[in-house]
């Protein structure tokens, strides 16, 4: 989006008037929380939005699934009018069920679109879906924005990894969507088939669903992994859709699709708005999802964002520096340190003896303490040091000792969908 700031801003402002006008009174869920903040359908600002809409969170909408069962009341149309369904990965809680017209599927193909388009994905490229396609948005999604591009869209579910290497192999694949972790994990499933990666045509690797492509560690294993290629980053949420796509000039910064969401970072602890650079909570409302209207919804993303001036790449839309650098609830405070796991991430990604980890979180005294398990790789099982020189490694980067462990090789987990590293001891 490279209009003027004001133009964009005048178009998210004429795109919330005629959201809350569809919404009003037809969705019973917006509608009474719209009334009760004394909210008009006819805003005059953007700062009118922000200052009276209240936020909406993740819990207020899975209590009202709860009491309204399956699909809960956030909905403007009569069932018969929806054709698509979509939950959440249950990151945090219970899935959620999301329904969604064809109008507003066609918004969240054309987001999407810009995704690929951002990457230089054209009608020339092969790209290949390397997940089980289940009930999660983005996978359908991504598919069917590749096939309106022109692209040849080969998907990978229900097959194994190695099946899959195969499959990109022998279809001269040039772009494979995957998580961050799963680009690695193909990389090691390679190496233990004997499978020659130098034969491979992919060129991209669109990547998302956790953290990654925004840690620069993983970013170049990736990289080192997959012969010529680059990794591109982007994210979205099955609440919201395809949120931002990677600067074509600046690696490891997102843009938010502004002309699509309106955007805000604030305190995760008071809501309040936070100047630029520094970390705060993303809040965003989809411009172009009538069906199920989310307004002002928090994320629980944390970003960094900066100054909307002109880009390098001549966008004025919100850059998030670093992309998605964690969760409001992943972060842990360990004896006066806020931790991130992208910074932990980071760290244990420089080590090329790393081939899988764990770290747990317990309650000892009424302090936080950390853990780290480390699954080393097989050519790595023997070094006695790879634990004292990963907690060298804490110590340097945090100033916090943090015991690693070693495990043996193939113990830990492996991940298609999204990691679950970080896991909570009683």
Request: charge should be negative; include cysteine.
């Amino acid at each position: 989006m490279n209009a003027p700031r004001a133009e964009l801003e005048r178009l998210q402002l004429e795109k919330i008037n005629a959201l809350l006008s569809e919404i009003v009174p037809k969705n019973p869920f917006q509608t009474e929380r719209l009334q009760q903040a004394g909210i008009k359908i006819s805003l005059k600002d953007l700062m009118e939005f922000r200052a009276k809409v209240p936020f909406t969170t993740k819990a207020e909408i899975a209590e009202d699934h709860r009491q309204h069962p399956p699909y809960g009341t956030n909905l403007t149309y009569p069932p018969s009018r929806y054709t698509r369904y979509n939950q959440t990965s249950a990151t945090t809680g219970e899935p959620l069920r999301w329904l969604d017209t064809a109008e507003d599927w066609e918004w969240m193909v054309g987001n999407w679109r810009r995704v690929f388009e951002a990457a230089g994905v054209g009608p020339e490229d092969r790209v290949y879906f390397a997940f089980s396609f289940g009930p999660f948005l983005g996978f359908w999604l991504g598919f069917e924005a590749a096939e309106r591009i022109g692209c040849l869209c080969l998907p990978g579910g229900g097959l194994t990894s190695a099946a899959r290497l195969m499959a990109i192999l022998d279809n001269e694949v040039t772009v494979l969507c995957c998580t961050p972790t799963y680009a690695i994990r193909l990389g090691q499933v390679a190496s233990e088939e004997k499978i020659d990666l130098s034969r491979s045509k992919v060129r991209a690797l669109i990547v998302a669903g956790e953290p990654g492509a925004g840690v620069p560690a993983t970013r170049r294993r990736i990289e080192s992994i997959w012969p010529d290629s680059n990794v591109y980053d982007h994210h979205g949420m099955t609440e919201v859709g395809p949120v931002s796509y990677e600067c074509p000039r600046r690696r490891g910064v997102l843009h938010v699709m502004e002309d699509a969401y309106c955007a805000e970072v604030v305190d995760s602890a008071s809501g309040e708005p936070i100047s630029a650079g520094r970390v705060g909570e993303l809040v965003l409302t989809p411009l172009g999802r009538f069906g199920s209207p989310l307004l002002r919804y928090r994320t629980s993303d944390l970003v960094q964002a900066v100054q909307p001036l002109p880009c390098a790449c001549g966008s004025v839309e919100m850059a998030l520096v670093g992309g998605i650098l964690g969760r409001a609830d992943d972060m842990v405070f360990i004896r006066g340190v806020n931790l991130y796991p992208g910074a932990v991430e980071n760290l244990l990604r420089e080590f090329e003896e790393v081939a899988e980890y764990r770290v747990e979180i317990r309650e000892e005294r009424s302090m936080t303490e950390l853990a780290v398990i480390v699954e080393p790789t097989p050519e790595a099982s023997g070094d006695g040091r790879l634990a004292k020189r990963l907690e060298h490694s804490f110590r340097t980067a945090f100033n916090l000792r943090v015991p690693v462990t070693l495990a043996e090789p193939g113990s830990l987990p492996r991940f298609e969908m999204k990691a679950r590293r970080w896991v909570r001891r009683e």
